[in-house]
């Protein structure tokens, strides 16, 4: 292993099929990340959990992830691959860090405020306690790195407390991660309400792509998407929400920039750039959705991957965990 390569960790629940929010928010970038970083990605299945999830369904939706990932092209040679509770040192030093998280830290998480008004008849320690749960995936790597969303940066902020105060008590354990958040594509925001992002749980009204969506509903959705009464295409993220996401997932498809869009657009109206969007989007999906479909046709590979996977995180993750039972006391074994 390279010692000047940056360590990288990042995440995704399977809580919900992969949205084009996820691909051009993370997934792309993680994909550009693989030669000049050591990077590790989990497929945050005990995240997944907090809220209640068909078991058949939370099986199918972790390995799917784990083909699209590969689909998109995030090559399990050159990065680690792995779902999450395989590998238990997360859980091992979930627990320690739960003892070194304040309630009053995890009162004050927007997410977990969030979820709970949303979550209001299973409002369970595991959703209080999982910022903590997700200090222990990125300090278990030693990650320099945590691509995330704007969503997230409060959780990556919490680990850096969480890690200054072990440090702080027990020496120089645990890397100081830093969160990255992607100017492009970092907030892909609902089609039918430009005011919020992009969410899996919106699969049914039209407001999110998922990556394996046929080109005919990926059509549909653009074409139904809300903008408003005017008729420019011109980017102005307060005044023109749902138009100015349109063009930002536009330009990511097509690989232009905003300028060069709007001047594509400049006198046609809104239905011409709703169906182009489309288009795009349908032509950036298509080998990716080919090609996991192709992958989820061959089990065993996948079953491969996250094998080898487990085996390589594991070994990281074990060095620290190691580490961390010395330093609080635990007796070897
Ligand atoms: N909490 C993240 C989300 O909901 C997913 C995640 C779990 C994660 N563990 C992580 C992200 C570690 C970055 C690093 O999107």
């Known amino acids: 292993m390279d010692e000047a390569k940056k360590r990288i960790l990042s995440g995704i629940k399977p809580s919900g099929d992969l949205t084009l929010g996820s691909y051009l928010g993370a997934i792309k970038n993680w994909v550009a990340l693989a030669d000049s970083c050591d990077c590790y990605y989990c497929m945050a299945d005990m995240h997944a959990i907090t809220v209640r999830q068909d078991p058949a369904e939370l099986r199918r939706r972790t390995v799917s992830q784990l083909a699209q990932n590969i689909a998109c092209g995030l090559d399990p040679k050159k990065n680690v691959v792995f779902i999450q509770s395989h590998v238990p040192a997360h859980a091992q030093l979930g627990w320690v860090l739960d003892c070194y998280t304040m309630f009053g830290e995890l009162s004050r998480m927007t997410q977990f405020k969030d979820k709970s008004a949303k979550n209001a008849d299973n409002i369970n320690a595991g959703l209080f306690t999982y910022p903590s749960l997700m200090a222990a995936d990125i300090l278990l790597y030693q990650a320099d790195l945590v691509p995330v969303g704007e969503d997230q940066k409060q959780h990556v902020e919490l680990t850096r407390d969480i890690a200054h105060r072990f440090n702080t008590i ?164």
Do not use: H
């Open 170 to 333: 027990y020496g120089e354990v645990f890397k100081m991660p830093e969160p990255w958040i992607p100017k492009v594509g970092a907030r892909i925001m609902s089609l039918q309400d430009p005011q919020s992002k992009m969410s899996k749980s919106e699969q049914d009204t039209g407001g999110c792509i998922c990556l394996m969506d046929s080109p005919e509903s990926i059509m549909r959705a653009f074409k139904r998407a809300v903008t408003d009464s005017d008729t420019r295409v011109c980017y102005d993220p307060d005044g023109k929400k749902g138009i100015s996401n349109l063009l930002n997932i536009y330009c990511a498809a097509a690989g232009i920039t905003i300028p060069q869009a709007e001047k594509e657009f400049e006198n046609k109206g809104y239905g011409a750039f709703k169906t182009a969007v489309g288009e795009a989007v349908v032509e950036m999906l298509r080998p990716i959705r080919e090609e996991a479909g192709k992958l989820l046709g061959d089990k065993a590979y996948l079953a491969e991957v996250y094998r080898d996977g487990a085996m390589r995180a594991s070994q990281t993750a074990g060095r620290t965990l190691r580490k961390v039972y010395k330093k609080v006391g635990f007796v070897e074994r």
